[in-house]
C-alpha cells in the first residue's frame, strides 16, 4: 500500500531562513502529489500540486521520483508562514482518495 | 457560498451510544468524503461518495456507515460508539472529473468516554 512520511513532526526557523518541509512517499507507480495546509483556527485547504508546478505564496515543490521525495521549500520564511503542513499522495489521479502524511508543525520565529 | 459545513463541532459520547455527524456543501460536488484525523498518524479516509446513491469505504470504514441521499449531504453514522473512534472527523467536497482540490469543513472533535 502507499505511504507518505513526513520525518519532522515539528520545525522551527527563524523569519527570513530558509525552510525545507521533508516529504516521502513509498509508492511505485506514478502518484498526484499535495501540500496541503492548516493555518491556526481555520480549515485544512490545498497549498500546492506538483502537476501545477507553481509557486504558491513564496513556496515550491519539486517531485523527485528517484528519491521519491516532494519536499516543499520557501527561500524566506514568514510569521504567517507558522501552520501545520500535510503531504499527500493520490495513485489514482483523481486528487480525492488522499493518503496523507502525519504532518509537520512549522513554526516561524521573529 | 457556505462551503463544506459540518455539525456538530464538538461531541461527548459514551461508550455505546450513536450518533450521526452532518456534512453539507453547497458547491454542487460530486464527490464527498470522510476523514479521521488522530495525533501522529495524519488524516485516513473512512468512506466516500461520488454521487447521489453511491458509497464506498476508504482505509478505516470499521464502526462507520454513511449514506448520500442528496448531493448536498453525507452524513457519518457511529453505530456503537467506542473509544478508539475520539478523534477529529473532517469531511471534504470536490468537483469528480479532472484533478481537482478538495475543501475541507472545519472538523468535527468527537471524545468517546
Known amino acids: 500500500a502507499q505511504r507518505v512520511t513526513q520525518p519532522e513532526k515539528l520545525l522551527s526557523v527563524f523569519k527570513g531562513a530558509p525552510v525545507e518541509l521533508k516529504c516521502n512517499y513509498s509508492?511505485?507507480?506514478?502518484?498526484?502529489l499535495f501540500w496541503y495546509v492548516q493555518y491556526s483556527r481555520q480549515r485544512l485547504q490545498l497549498l500546492l500540486r506538483?502537476?501545477s508546478r507553481e509557486s504558491i505564496k513564496g513556496f515550491t515543490a519539486d517531485l523527485n521520483k528517484g528519491e521519491t521525495s516532494f519536499h516543499l521549500k520557501k527561500p524566506f520564511a514568514q510569521e504567517e508562514d507558522s501552520a501545520m503542513y500535510y503531504c499527500a499522495l493520490d495513485i489514482r489521479g483523481s486528487a480525492r482518495q488522499l493518503t496523507f502524511g502525519s504532518g509537520t508543525q512549522l513554526t516561524v520565529l521573529p | 457560498n457556505a462551503g463544506v459545513t459540518q455539525t456538530p463541532k464538538f461531541q461527548v459520547l459514551k461508550t455505546g451510544q450513536s450518533m450521526t455527524l452532518q456534512c453539507a456543501q453547497d458547491m454542487n460536488h460530486e464527490y464527498m468524503s470522510w476523514y479521521r484525523q488522530d495525533p501522529g498518524m495524519g488524516l485516513r479516509l473512512i468512506h466516500y461518495s461520488v454521487g447521489a446513491g453511491i458509497t464506498d469505504q476508504g482505509e478505516v470504514p470499521n464502526g462507520y456507515n454513511v449514506s448520500r441521499s442528496t448531493t448536498e449531504d453525507f452524513p457519518l453514522r457511529l453505530l456503537s460508539a467506542a473509544p478508539s473512534q475520539t478523534s477529529v472527523y473532517f469531511c471534504?467536497?470536490?468537483?469528480?472529473?479532472?484533478?481537482?482540490?478538495?475543501?475541507f469543513g472545519p472538523g468535527t472533535r468527537l471524545t468517546v468516554t
Open positions: 471534504a467536497s470536490s468537483e469528480l472529473a479532472g484533478v481537482n482540490e478538495q475543501y
Open positions: 506538483h502537476i
Open positions: 509508492y511505485s507507480g506514478s502518484p498526484e
